[in-house]
């Protein structure tokens, strides 16, 4: 007894060590959640929005086109680069110097010149008039105005140098600089230029590659878990199918790419980067998590639903799709929807199959060129500019937004429809 | 017309034929149902599987063959010269012509053979066109109609549909097989060439990994040394670190969540945590390529250390967060598998809750930890985009964690995006590493998943 009682101080006070070492490890994953969010969300707000300036453009009909035209393939051919350059020259008069007037280019985006085309394409009657109007600014002159590049650098160093920050401040006295909402970024499609690329390019690639992968693995899936729960005999073709199921359900994402490389791209000729073939390895790799998850909801319906129907006079096929499918439905469901935001953020059989290439158009269907969401991800994190840096923070944040609402779609499922029986 | 719109063409014949099979069967007993051997949609079901299925087929039989038949009528009327290339070049030709015919844009300058070639092609796809079209739906709309016709009242609809239905559910599950004997094949095959070139003891022993092959013959700076030592190495290290991180995180919170926490703390925890397992893979490497590495590298710094900004510490913590819910949830499982009647003796001799943890439960759950454990390397072998990201690409045979290493799946991806040709070593060294990666990968699965089943039994 005295000795019990001379180890009872020690021992608790292992038993409190030992629980703070375990409310530690929770502690430590739950920082590890909060700061990856917050280093995601703190670099990507500011990508939300755009710096844009207000220029005063005077349309000159000598550089576009008379006065009264309409063809539109005379309108689209103006000079609108030296419109905007012009419009530059006019607004700082005092430039005069070669170099300097290159820098004083370079605050304005090459896209200015796009959307003033597209202006003069709508209303062919702006030509020979002067109007205000905002066009975005270069991605240097957005990170400053942002506040990411630092002004203590010596000039060499910085993007951003002495005379065009000088013309900066001096179109921010004007009242012509403007953080406005970056519309662009949910409209566009790729490209060089960080302020005007988007994801809507990689988006629709994401949909239609999801839209393929969906409309083979669930059925193909749901069929498999059906077969091997209700009707396969217990034999060694079984055993061989099952743990294959439950191997490939471990292979390496990046092998399923190889395969798709091999099978898809070179043996059957399918083009490369095309949602369809990302949709194709990417069913196969899902279909291992579906049919695990099928068959989990097949298991969770009691043998009484089936021997009643059977009772009654009905056949096996029949007692499955009119009584045991509707009722694992929802869990047959809730997985796919699992299998599917895992497949929505895979980026590694991806690459191995070309979805890598740099593509500016929007794609129209599974079968044109296109990235996906996290290849795109990938594409900016590798970029040089710093302004890609939020852009691809702010691409994070959609793509979470994503899961997080797929997986939250699952979760109200599995309450909704959970039974216990 | 597409063939899409001869798939939506064929779906509307379908749903004719089960309107018109399930219409002839009603009519055949005169509306009593209970006269005929099946329900009415049976036969309607039976009809648009008839009508539908052998069209279907025919349709992928003709997708499949229809390039290849193409390309070789166009290449037979292409002049004798130009048949004479070799296959690479034959094939830029027939790009060539291709895109002349869609009316893409053509890499060399369009002659007359060219744009005769180009016609001809064209012409090809559309009679192909137009004869898949006719057989298609010819096919479907006789065979639909020998069905409609053989409907009687004895005839077993429903067995025959049921048996269609079971066919599609016996190879829906047979695909897990073929996926496997696909993956097998196409890294086996791509493997052998490789080793054909490279001695499999030079990839397996070599201490040196520098896979700049020669394009052309007289380039420089091709070194082509294929040793993957210095890979397996480095994907070793990293996996080390991301265990170090993941495993004690993993299974103390594991432990925590089932022993010590709250009803409540548990229900706000568990989720926060498994959110960790539902980030893509891409936002961790970026994270740990923007945040994590040079986090390290300034920490180093300041201490005096030189730390690489693509060290393997960062690339190793990072994949290590990736893995704590995967460690953390297997080890749940396991932790609760062991039998209340053991804790309960534990406590019933007076042991203090983590004297029964550490004396008691994690010595019984010690076979399925152990099995978590290796599924988590596994998984940190094969992970690719952390390490993509973060990596080097630079293969050191070093064990400094400080440093940048290289690992497998590093490797792949780099040989394996850009362009080069297909043959050379550099490319066919992918499908090597991919069939190293794949045989660890499903050897540590097997061993772990007959370990966690042994230790399962052992409690049931």
């Known amino acids: 007894m005295v000795r019990v009682e001379k180890g009872l101080a020690r021992r608790y006070r292992q038993e409190r060590n030992f629980k703070r070492l375990g409310l530690g490890a929770i502690l430590l994953g739950l920082l590890f959640v909060s700061f990856l969010f917050i280093s995601i969300i703190a670099n990507g707000y500011t990508a939300f929005q755009q710096t844009f300036v207000k220029l005063d453009v005077y349309y000159d009909p000598e550089m576009i086109a008379p006065v009264g035209e309409t063809d539109p393939e005379i309108l689209s051919a103006g000079n609108y680069g030296g419109l905007v350059k012009a419009t530059m020259r006019e607004l700082f008069p005092s430039v005069t110097n070669r170099r300097d007037k290159k820098k004083l280019y370079g605050l304005i985006s090459t896209g200015a010149s796009y959307q003033l085309r597209e202006r003069v394409m709508q209303d062919p009657s702006v030509i020979g008039q002067r109007e205000s109007i905002w066009v975005p600014a270069d991605d240097d002159v957005d990170m400053l105005i942002k506040g990411h590049i630092d002004l203590n650098l010596p000039e060499s160093d910085r993007r951003i140098k002495d005379d065009q920050l000088s013309w900066i401040q001096g179109l ?19 490209s060089r230029e960080p302020e005007l690329s988007g994801i809507k390019g990689a988006a629709s690639g994401s949909f239609f590659t999801l839209l393929i992968c969906l409309s083979i693995s669930f059925p193909v899936g749901v069929a498999a878990a059906v077969y091997l729960e209700e009707f396969a005999p217990k034999n060694r073709w079984t ?16 092998v399923f790419g190889l395969l798709g490389l091999a099978v898809f791209i070179n043996f059957f000729g399918l083009p490369r980067s095309v949602p369809m073939v990302g949709g194709l390895v990417l069913a196969l790799m899902t279909l291992p998590t579906i049919i695990i ?14 021997e009643a129907a059977l009772g009654v006079g009905a056949s096996p096929m029949q007692t499955i799709t009119h009584h045991v499918l509707p009722l694992a439905l929802p869990g047959m469901l809730t997985g ?23 593509i500016v158009d929007i794609p129209g269907g599974a079968m044109d060129p296109s990235a996906v969401l996290p290849v795109q991800i990938y594409l900016w994190a590798d970029s040089p500019e710093r302004a890609f840096v939020e852009r691809t923070s702010a691409a994070i944040m959609v793509l979470l937004a994503f899961l997080i609402s797929m997986n939250l779609l699952a979760v109200w499922l599995r309450k909704k429809f959970e039974r216990r029986w | 017309m597409h063939t899409s719109t001869l798939i939506i063409v064929l779906l509307g014949l379908m749903s004719l034929a089960y309107y018109l099979g399930r219409k002839r069967s009603l009519n055949l007993v005169s509306g009593r149902v209970r006269d005929l051997h099946s329900l009415p949609s049976y036969y309607g079901l039976h009809t648009a599987l008839w009508c539908g299925i052998p069209a279907i087929l025919l349709l992928v039989l003709w997708i499949s063959f229809e ?28 790009n060539d012509i291709r895109n002349l015919a869609t009316g893409d844009i053509v890499s060399t300058a369009v002659d007359e053979n060219l744009q005769s070639a180009a016609d001809h092609y064209a012409r090809l796809q559309g009679i ?18 020998f069905a409609h016709r053989s409907i009687t009242r004895h005839q077993r609809a429903r067995n025959r549909v049921e048996k269609a239905i079971n066919f599609f559910l016996l190879s829906s599950s047979t695909l897990a097989i073929f996926t496997t004997i696909g993956i097998v094949l196409s890294v086996l095959f791509e493997s052998i060439r490789f080793f054909q070139q490279i001695p499999v003891t030079e990839f397996i022993f070599g201490l040196e990994w520098s896979p700049q092959t020669a394009i052309r013959a ?4 091709s070194s082509g040394v294929f040793g993957a030592i210095p890979l397996f190495a480095g994907t070793f290290l990293i996996t080390l670190i991301a265990m170090v991180v993941a495993v004690p995180i993993g299974l103390l919170s594991a432990i925590y969540m089932a022993d010590y926490a709250g009803r409540h703390f548990r229900s706000l925890a568990k989720p926060v945590l498994e959110v960790l397992a539902g980030i893509p893979t891409v936002v961790y490497g970026f994270f740990a390529a923007l945040t994590v590495a040079p986090f390290f590298r300034d920490l180093g710094a300041s201490m005096g250390l030189g730390v690489s900004s693509e060290s393997a510490l960062a690339a190793g913590v990072v994949m290590g967060i990736m893995i704590i819910p995967f460690v953390s949830s297997l080890s749940d499982d396991v932790i609760n598998a062991v039998p209340q009647a053991m804790r309960d003796g534990s406590y019933g001799l007076g042991a203090t809750r ?13 076979p399925g930890i152990v099995g978590g454990v290796l599924l988590a390397v596994s998984r940190a072998i094969g992970e690719t985009m952390i390490v993509v990201m973060a990596a080097g690409l630079s293969a050191n045979l070093t064990a400094n964690p400080l440093e940048a290493v290289t690992t497998v799946t590093v490797q792949i991806v780099t040989l394996l995006v850009g362009d080069q040709e297909f043959d050379s070593a550099k490319t066919l060294a992918a499908f090597a590493l991919a069939l190293v990666l794949f045989v660890i990968t499903l050897a540590l699965n097997m061993i772990a998943l007959h370990i966690v089943r042994k230790y399962r039994e052992q409690y049931e």
């Open chain 1, 172 to 190: 921010q006295e004007d009242d012509r600089v403007e953080k406005r909402f970056n519309k662009t970024f949910f409209t566009a499609g790729d």
């Open chain 2, 354 to 366: 983590s004297e029964t943890i550490r004396q008691v439960i994690i010595p019984a759950a010690l």
């Open chain 2, 67 to 94: 390039g290849s038949v193409v390309t070789g009528l166009v290449v037979d009327s292409l002049p004798q010269e130009t048949q004479a290339l070799p296959p690479e070049r034959l094939n830029l030709v027939l």
């Open chain 1, 336 to 358: 796919t929807i699992i299998g599917m935001a895992q497949a929505l953020g895979e980026t590694a059989p991806l690459l191995m199959i070309g979805m890598v290439a740099f």
């Open chain 2, 128 to 145: 192909s066109q137009l004869a898949m079209f006719a057989a298609a739906l010819s096919l479907a709309i006789l065979a639909g109609y």
């Open chain 2, 218 to 221: 007289d380039q420089v700076g």
């Open chain 1, 239 to 254: 055993d061989l199918i099952e743990v294959n199921i439950n191997n490939l359900a471990a292979v390496p994402s990046i």
């Open chain 1, 293 to 306: 998850a099928s068959r989990a909801a097949l298991k969770s319906v009691p043998p009484s639903i089936r």
